[in-house]
């Protein structure tokens, strides 16, 4: 079968390797959709510490099984299923405490396990062990099912700052996930939406997708000051940077009103992960400043829950598809911005 394969930073090769075997603890899948992100293009430039090669990547994944492991009950060939990414151990004392997306004993699909940039995937017993093998409705296909991966992320992050009803609520950064954040808010009974982004041409296209109640584009204007004047000077409920940007996260503190909840959503570059903090604005107005890293299983079936609801629909952020023999191209169209979501159809 085909696989993308990744050797080393900028040696990924898309390659013919033996069709993986179903282990008795495990389940095969034939991948139908496994979907891109920023992510991706980050280990095929500068690899991961947490993968190993040579690895297949991809870890937004959804497709048919095939085949069973003799040890597996619940499933048969021909079932739908969608996969987690962030795999927890189910043991630490952080998953007994139902913390799972900080589980310090982590793997990943993609990164300790092989990935579903192939025609085949195996599902390993670590991910069944967790419950992390998801129907998927039958009311979605498998393009909108390989987005639950993302989708969970946004979810654990707006469960951790409650985003609800009335906020005013800020998201940086206009690319895929964004547009989930801005929908998922938008579902949450937020009442007005601030889109904000550097590159002109990606804020009207997600603009134009999900409709936020103001684009504010960074490059031109001041977006602390601008979000003060849309508030009458209060700031704002909630803010969400859903970009790797230090200035962002910087600002973000800057324009959150009183008892206002950020949400540090896009990590920063390991060599570059400090920013300034005004610690007066974190004091005096009860700022929360909350962390979002990954998910947890329980968030991927939430995410295939609302999208087959349509409460959250994530179709038609899928501008882009691309066969197999071309998933190096969807790298460069994710890394280029030229689409929202790009996914590819082994």
């Not at 991948?31 to 993968?51: A, E, M, Y």
């Not at 609520?169 to 964004?178: D, E, K, S, T």
Request: aromatic fraction near 6%; hydrophobic fraction near 40%.
């Amino acid at each position: 079968m085909k696989a993308l394969r990744f050797y080393a930073p900028e040696d990924v090769r898309l390659e013919e390797v033996p069709e993986p075997s179903c282990g008795p603890d495990e389940i095969k899948l034939r991948v139908r959709n496994c979907s891109t992100c920023g992510t991706d293009v980050k280990i095929f430039h500068n690899g991961h510490q947490n993968l190993s090669p040579p690895r297949t990547m991809g870890h937004e994944i959804a497709g048919e099984v095939v085949e069973v492991g003799a040890n597996v009950d619940g499933w048969t060939a021909g079932d739908r299923a969608q996969v987690i990414a962030a795999v927890p151990c189910g043991d630490c004392y952080e998953c007994r405490k139902g913390w799972m997306a900080v589980c310090q004993n982590q793997t990943s699909v993609g990164y300790q396990y092989d990935g579903g940039f192939a025609e085949y995937v195996v599902v390993p017993r670590e991910v069944l062990k967790v419950d992390g093998l998801n129907r998927i409705p039958d009311n979605i296909g498998y393009d909108e099912a390989s987005v639950a991966e993302p989708f969970a992320c946004a979810i654990n992050a707006q469960e951790l700052i409650s985003v609800g009803e009335g906020d005013t609520v800020v998201v940086f950064g206009a690319g895929p996930i964004g547009c989930i954040h801005i929908r998922l808010a938008r579902a949450s009974g937020a009442e007005r939406i601030f889109l904000i982004d550097v590159n002109a041409e990606r804020l009207a296209m997600s603009a134009d997708a999900v409709k936020p109640d103001e684009v504010i584009d960074g490059s031109q204007v001041d977006v602390v000051e601008r979000v003060m004047e849309l508030t009458d000077g209060r700031g704002a409920d909630v803010v969400i940077t859903a970009t790797a940007a230090n200035v962002a996260q910087e600002q973000a503190i800057r324009m959150s009103a009183r008892r206002g909840r950020i949400s540090f959503f896009g990590g920063l570059p390991k060599t570059n992960p400090f920013i300034s903090c005004d610690s007066n604005l974190v004091h005096y107005r009860e700022l929360m400043i909350m962390g979002a890293n990954g998910s947890a299983p329980s968030h991927n079936k939430r995410a295939l829950e609302l999208i087959s609801t349509g409460q959250v629909p994530v179709k038609d952020l899928i501008t882009a598809r691309l066969p197999l023999e071309r998933v190096l191209d969807a790298f460069g169209i994710v890394q280029r911005g030229e689409a929202i979501k790009v996914t590819v159809e082994p």
